[in-house]
């Protein structure tokens, strides 16, 4: 998922399928691992989220949820280089059922 054109075309040049993020996005299962620094999400379209950005954070000012962990710049403090890439890892790891989502990765070499 990106909210720019520039981020959509990457995605679909190395082989990922993409969705454009918008306001209206809604995530019904499995696991959101934010890390845009921007107040955008409203918890009522998300499951369990797990918030790795800068602040402020991404709920909605005057939102909250029982199914938000924040950890703001964890990547960046500990592994500033390969956090994105121990991220997917961690994820591909987990079963489809774990992590209540398919890959949208359709190259079977990836």
């Known amino acids: 998922m990106a909210r720019s054109d520039e981020q959509l075309a990457e995605a679909g ?3 990922y ?9 809604v995530f019904t299962d499995g696991y959101l691992v934010n890390t845009i620094p921007s107040q955008w999400l409203d918890p009522k379209h998300a499951g369990r989220i797990f918030d790795v950005a800068s602040a402020p954070g991404c709920l909605k000012p005057s939102t909250t949820s029982e199914y938000y962990t924040i950890h703001l710049k ?9 956090a994105a890439t121990v991220v ?3 994820v591909l790891r987990m079963d489809s059922e774990e992590r209540g989502a398919k890959c949208l990765k359709e190259n ?3």
Request: net charge negative; hydrophobic share 35%; no cysteine.
């Open 13 to 15: 040049i190395v082989g």
């Open 17 to 25: 399928g993409s969705i454009r993020l918008t306001e209206d996005t």
């Open 74 to 82: 964890l990547p960046g403090i500990h592994f500033p280089v390969d």
């Open 88 to 90: 997917v890892d961690a």
């Open 108 to 110: 079977e070499s990836d």
